[in-house]
């Protein structure tokens, strides 16, 4: 069986984890499988000189629709616009899943039921949300 390649969007979080002792073995873990090229790692234009394997999803009117209809929807409250953001960045990006060390806002169980009910209602596919850790499990299991 060829192994599946999985495009997967990472936010600040990710990339902050690397430096945080909490986070920093799964950190580095998970970009690790996108040095080896088993994830294909999508994020904002910020990272693109830092990442040259990355591809870049640009702020595009679509995704800005997106983090409205989540803010309109109350998923996150306007001052968490920026995960809403996000979220829509990865879902606009074609992603097959988002990462993120965020539990309150993005990698939790009630919001990320709301951000794929909202995708569905405006046509746009669903996203698989985890931690890094949990891709990297996930992905040595099964990759």
């Known amino acids: 069986m060829i192994p599946r390649v999985y495009r997967v969007y990472a936010g600040a979080s990710v990339f902050g984890g690397v430096l945080d002792e909490e986070f920093q073995e799964a950190g580095r873990a998970f970009f690790d499988g996108v040095e080896r090229g088993r994830l294909i790692l999508i994020c904002k234009e910020f990272y693109e000189s830092m990442l040259p394997k990355a591809e870049i999803v640009e702020l595009a009117a679509g995704a800005l629709e997106l983090e409205q209809a989540y803010l309109a ?3 996150l409250a306007p001052e968490s616009a920026m995960d809403a953001l996000h979220v829509a960045l ?3 990006g074609r992603a097959d899943l988002i990462v993120s060390w965020n539990f309150k806002h993005i990698v939790h169980f009630d919001k990320i039921r ?5 995708n569905r209602l405006r046509g746009w596919p669903t996203l698989e949300i985890y931690s890094p850790k949990e891709v990297i499990g ?3 299991e099964s990759i």
């Open 73 to 75: 929807a109350g998923i």
């Open 114 to 118: 709301e951000f794929n009910a909202t």
């Open 90 to 92: 990865a879902t606009v």
């Open 138 to 140: 996930y992905e040595d």
